[in-house]
């Protein structure tokens, strides 16, 4: 494998897919001064040169489909393709968003449907499919609790509070409601230090945003303790849904405390991650939150299905999405949960847990350190690298180069931060044994080939199309666009 | 091992203070902080004539994986930025302490020194800043 | 695997969770189905709301799409892989994103474009963040809504741009397109115009563009990506051209989909890349020297910067993205200008003929492009219901909701793929619907 050419550099002027191309149509009339004069920089080239350019780039990258996937917190699961198939027939995919809802009674049942069994999932009053990634939802999230405290008359509480631990896109959005952040220590097993909430949460507070499991991938065994004393002190709880994956099932976040959550479908409801997205985050609330979800939303009137919105919702935060949001990847969720249904959605955290806590085991028994070795893994665990970076100078950055050559995807690494050179560990529960033992000799023999040679690994990886790319470069000499064929 | 001239004051937000003759403060950051921080690829400088108070965030600075806010040592008025350091932020890593100087603030104060640390206090600062780590 | 472990059974794993949580009860749910009775079921109610064609647009256009373009971006390969953070095991991703930044920014005679947010809407949102950020000098925080600008998308920013202090001032349009001296500030921070605008018309973008510029108000230019192989694009508007370019990619090769997923684009001139949210793909050399990709300016992001970040967004619409590069490719240079031209051709066909049955004539009499308001003669919301139940057709959007001065107007488009014979027979059905009611 090498590095392939630009489109770009492969087109040629004038030449076209001509099946692609319609009659050109008459321009008369238009005023010249607002028409393009400028040149339009878009490949020009045959069908099958596109077909077979994109079909090459497709096959330099990993994927679910062709690799063990076990990055941290983003829940790399196998994704029917059957849900997919579901979200692609015509009526579906042909539909214009703006069809009234009369002639739209198929499309919305089924968000009716996705609506009821999301409430069922997380134990939560109402939920609004809106938001098109979890950072959305987040932000939903956020704005209710605002406008909560608002309409309480109470407009002191300017502050959200999150572990150090927490995912960036916590902070972020508190920032683009208008709080403030503060963050709040995490003890040396993994949970939250109750004495320093204790000390941060007071009539500032408007919320505390956790993820439980917590970004240290353990369970927050005083979730109960930390809801009274935020509750006690007039805040809300959102709860980042990030890590649903290891209680579906088991518990719900509607039962641990907390008042409002986002769920990432493309984590736990299997949307395939396309290279980037697109994703679906939904919001659920309990009572207190449900005037201010974000609009619309689906009800029942009679035995017709219609849209909820600001006439029925006039507290709404308002709308997130030109349209309704990521319509299609809302289908793939409830085909996923049709197939799953009540006996698989139970099966997803514990195979997720027990795949997880098994190759927790088995790496710590091959002489790997486990960030917090009394704890249980959850759907995922951290292990640190620090020894090995101290006694051979190769670091878990190296050592997630080193396993791309074993073709295998790197786990999350350095992150969350207060854990030095850390993996955070996901196989989810569509791996086999098999595969996770594979995981574990590809570690041991990393590590062998350090204690020979650290530098073979620090220089990995070896065996992909590119050895390890100068990121110094791409930042302080940008080249974001082709400007022309190279020299 | 990193360098940590003498005759500076620092900071225990990394940044490095330099009284000159005509007395301005000269400012950027410690060899130490860009070791940390990697190779720099761009600095946000703030504009000339902004009054800042020390403490005060005044730039950022950016390596690849990682931003950092660099805070004004003393109070006073912003009268100089380093514009070298758009086109070549590097120098922030091969010459901290000389061609890397980020901006100059006309101190309100007569002694803008005297709250910050002297290289030794600085020194023992970083090794159990890093020891934590 | 459990005895690996040492435990007994696979309860024990979850035994950190305290015991006065309740246990799940998932009653509600109903039994698993298998793939194939999961289709049968959706299948059917997709089925039902299957529709005849469409004249609607508003934001949401019925484009054809090359079969190649999904074939091949449903590639396993494409489809089921991260973002690409590990560059050495994506660059085909990357390479597609950076492919994707070109045309996008050709498309808007812009320097540089990222890769992707969510949609339209919350990307004129971000944008109007971005420019905030960028024009930190200016005296305000207020933003100028020139005009007809799609009101979802000005509804969408502004839920999420109110509690950052900023402030849309809508300035109503004028014979349906923006005239500046109607605007009640003389000192915007940012001035947003839509070109063409919600109403299809050519907005004097020249006029505009100079008008923010004299005030140093930074422009932002919403677009339709398809209009842009025909139409000036916004670089190149006035004298300095516009600073930010944003719009919805749906007309790029994705389905409507009853609005989503789609992707947003968002462009702009070099000097205010740093404050851009999202992704942004920058070609670089490897250890070897050969040339590869990576995600550069990631100090800009939520993973990086936190609190401080420039968005919270985390997410792109990868896949969309990769579908709508796959698309600009096959189609090319003059694929794209010729659906663009067609598409208004067929429209004017459309207007034409509805103007000659009498019950129809345009609502304004600035040029339009692609897309056109009708003001007709009887009840528009019982038109395109009985358009609809009776006839499978979608006849338009009712601008009555909009724009009361507008209610007996409705918002037609005729893309690429209505036939002339298509057109003539809803000519008929509009004319003998409205003759009857």
């Not at chain 1, 997919?84 to 198929?106: C, I, K, M, V, Y």
């Not at chain 2, 590097?90 to 010459?95: G, I, P, Q, Y």
């Not at chain 3, 015991?19 to 749910?29: C, D, E, K, L």
Request: aromatic share 8%; charged share 20%.
């Amino acid at each position: 494998m090498s590095t392939i050419p630009t489109i770009f550099d492969t087109s040629k002027p004038g030449r076209l897919a001509g099946g692609q191309t319609p009659k050109e149509g008459d321009l008369t009339g238009l005023p010249n001064e607002l028409l393009r004069e400028s040149k339009l920089v878009l490949p020009e080239v045959s069908e099958l040169q596109a077909v077979r350019h994109f079909t090459k780039l497709s096959q330099q990258n990993f994927s679910i489909d062709g690799n063990f996937y076990p990055l941290g917190s983003c829940t790399m699961k196998y994704n029917p393709r059957g849900a997919h198939r579901a979200a692609s027939q015509p009526g579906f995919l042909n539909r214009h968003p703006l069809t009234p809802a009369f002639a739209s009674q198929g499309l919305l049942s089924c968000f009716w449907d996705l609506q009821e069994t999301l409430k069922t999932v997380t134990g939560m009053e109402a939920v609004s499919l809106v938001p098109m990634a979890g950072a959305q939802g987040e932000l939903a999230g956020g704005l209710m609790i605002r406008a909560y405290h608002e309409d309480c008359g109470d407009f002191e509480r300017d502050e959200i509070l999150v572990p150090t631990a927490a995912h960036g896109t916590n902070p972020a959005t508190a920032t683009m409601c208008g709080y403030k952040t503060r963050e709040i220590g995490v003890a040396a097993d993994g949970d939250v230090d109750i004495e320093d909430l204790k000390r941060m949460v007071g009539p500032k507070t408007a919320g505390i945003m956790l993820t439980n499991p917590s970004t240290c991938a353990v369970f927050e065994r005083r979730i109960l303790e930390i809801a009274d004393i935020v509750h006690d002190a007039g805040g809300l709880l959102y709860y980042d849904g990030a890590n649903l994956n290891a209680i579906l099932g088991k518990v719900c976040p509607g039962d641990m405390g907390f008042d409002v959550l986002h769920l990432n479908l493309h984590k736990t409801f299997a949307t395939p991650h396309g290279g980037g997205g697109p994703g679906a985050g939904p919001v659920a609330v309990n009572s207190l939150l449900q005037p201010y979800l974000p609009i619309p939303m689906v009800g029942k009137l009679d035995d017709q299905y219609i849209w909820l919105d600001e006439n029925y919702f006039p507290l709404t935060i308002g709308k997130l999405a030109a349209f309704m949001g990521n319509a299609g990847i809302l289908i793939r969720a409830l085909a996923y949960a049709l197939m799953l249904g009540r006996e698989g959605m139970v099966r997803v955290a514990e195979y997720a847990t027990l795949n997880a806590n098994y190759l927790a085991a088995e790496l710590s028994k091959a002489g790997f350190q486990l960030a917090y070795p009394t704890r249980r893994a959850t759907h995922e665990f951290l292990i640190t690298l620090n020894r090995e970076a101290k006694d051979l100078g190769v670091r878990a950055l190296d050592f997630a180069k080193r396993l791309l050559d074993f073709d295998m995807h790197a786990p999350t690494t350095y992150f969350p931060l207060l854990v030095p050179e850390c993996f955070l560990i996901e196989p989810t529960e569509t791996e086999t044994k098999a595969v996770l033992d594979e995981f574990v000799s590809a570690m041991c023999k990393i590590r062998e080939e350090a204690q020979e040679n650290a530098d073979y690994v620090k220089q990995a990886p070896h065996n992909q199309v590119v050895r390890r790319l100068d990121e110094v470069r791409a930042a302080r000499e940008l080249d974001l666009s082709w400007s022309g064929t190279e020299g | 091992m990193s360098e940590t001239p003498q005759e500076l004051r620092y900071t225990d937000t990394h940044e490095w203070a330099r009284t000159e003759p005509d007395g301005t403060v000269c400012v950027g950051i410690s060899d130490f902080a860009q070791d940390a921080l990697g190779d720099v690829v761009f600095i946000e400088l703030p504009e000339t004539g902004t009054e800042v108070a020390a403490g005060a965030e005044v730039a950022v600075i950016e390596s690849v994986k990682a931003a950092s806010d660099i805070y004004s040592p003393v109070s006073g008025e912003i009268v100089r930025v380093n514009d070298q350091l758009t086109d070549a932020p590097d120098l922030v890593n091969s010459e901290p302490y000389e061609g890397g100087w980020i901006f100059v603030v006309q101190p309100l104060s007569d002694d803008p020194n005297a709250d910050l640390l002297t290289a030794d206090q600085y020194q023992e600062f970083c090794e159990t800043d890093s020891n934590e780590h | 695997m459990l005895q690996s472990i040492g435990v007994k059974n696979i309860d024990e794993l979850f035994d950190e969770i305290p015991g006065s949580v309740p246990v799940a009860n998932f009653r509600a749910i109903e039994n698993s189905l298998t793939e194939m009775d999961m289709v049968y079921r959706l299948a059917e109610r997709a089925k039902r709301d299957e529709l005849g064609s469409c004249f609607l647009g508003a934001g949401s256009y019925d484009h054809h799409i090359p079969a190649a373009v999904w074939d091949l971006a449903t590639r396993g390969e494409f489809l089921t892989a991260y973002t690409p953070y590990q560059a050495e095991a994506s660059q085909g991703t990357l390479q597609l994103l950076y492919e994707f930044q070109t045309m996008m920014a050709s498309l808007a005679g812009l320097d540089v474009a990222n890769a992707s947010v969510y949609d339209g809407g919350s990307g004129l949102g971000e944008a109007i963040l971005m420019a905030v950020r960028s024009n930190r000098s200016a005296g305000n925080r207020k933003i100028v809504i020139g005009g007809a600008v799609n009101p979802f998308y000005v509804k969408t920013a502004n839920t999420l741009v109110v509690n950052q202090g900023i402030e849309l001032v809508h300035v109503p349009h004028e014979n349906g397109v923006f005239d500046p001296k109607q605007c009640p500030i003389d000192d915007p921070n940012v001035v947003v115009v839509q070109q063409p605008n919600f109403f299809g018309l050519l907005e004097n973008v020249d006029a505009i563009s100079n008008w923010a510029a004299e005030r140093n108000a930074l422009l932002i230019a919403v677009v339709n990506p398809l209009t842009l192989a025909v139409l000036k694009p916004p670089g190149e508007w006035g004298d300095s051209g516009a600073d930010i370019c944003i719009g919805d990619g749906q007309p790029l090769g994705v389905p409507m989909a009853s609005g989503g997923p789609s992707f947003g684009f968002l462009c702009s001139k070099m000097k205010h890349v740093r404050q851009m949210p999202g992704r942004i793909v920058g070609r670089t050399v490897d250890a070897n020297g050969a040339i590869g990709y990576t995600l550069t300016l990631q100090a800009r992001e939520q993973h990086i910067r936190r609190a401080k970040a420039t968005s919270n967004i985390c997410t792109n619409q990868g896949l969309l993205v990769t579908a709508a590069t796959i698309y600009m490719s096959i189609m090319g240079v003059s694929g794209l200008r010729n659906t663009a031209s067609r598409c208004h051709e067929n429209t004017r066909y459309l207007v034409a003929q509805l103007e000659a049955t009498g019950r129809a004539q345009r609502a304004f009499h600035s040029p339009y492009f692609h897309e056109c308001v009708l003001r007709c003669v009887g009840d528009v919301g019982a038109l395109t219901k009985t358009m609809i139940t009776e006839h499978g057709i979608l006849a338009g959007l009712p601008l009555g909701e909009f724009d009361e001065s507008l209610d007996d107007c409705l918002l037609l488009c005729a893309t690429e793929r209505r036939t002339h014979e298509e057109i003539d027979h809803f000519v008929e059905l509009f004319n003998r619907t409205l003759k009857e009611g």
